[in-house]
């Protein structure tokens, strides 16, 4: 059972910057995939990047230029990196990781964003 801890999220102004961390209980070498989710309110829950063990990236397009994901294997971590926010990046942004076949979830964290 992976543990995911989000940290990071707060509330900015539009055009402004937030980066989110996510932390893992055990190694992250084993997890295929890792990635974020968001869900703002009244819609549906959506991807927004995703990055492979091997560290290939890929991103909504939504998102695409002003988010980046990574992750450090050697610290079992992974960030995105949010700038230019606008409003409509507001929502629950969770961490996900997969491995064989089970995906396992963080708790979320709030990113507010005003115009």
């Known amino acids: 059972q992976v543990q995911l801890v989000e940290s990071g999220g707060g509330s900015v102004q539009a055009g402004g910057s937030l980066r989110l961390s996510c932390a893992a209980s055990e190694s992250i070498f084993s997890l295929n995939v890792m990635g974020w989710f968001r869900q703002a309110p009244g819609k549906q829950r959506e991807l927004v990047a995703a990055?492979?063990?091997?560290?290939?990236?890929n991103y909504a397009d939504s998102v695409k230029g002003r988010f980046t994901i990574s992750r450090d294997n050697a610290k079992n971590t992974m960030a995105l990196q949010m700038n230019s926010l606008k409003p409509e990046d507001t929502a629950v942004y969770y961490c996900?990781?997969?491995?064989?076949?089970?995906?396992?979830w963080g708790q979320g964290t709030q990113v507010t964003v005003s115009s």
């Open positions: 996900i990781a997969d491995r064989t076949g089970r995906r396992y």
């Open positions: 990055i492979t063990s091997g560290g290939s990236a």
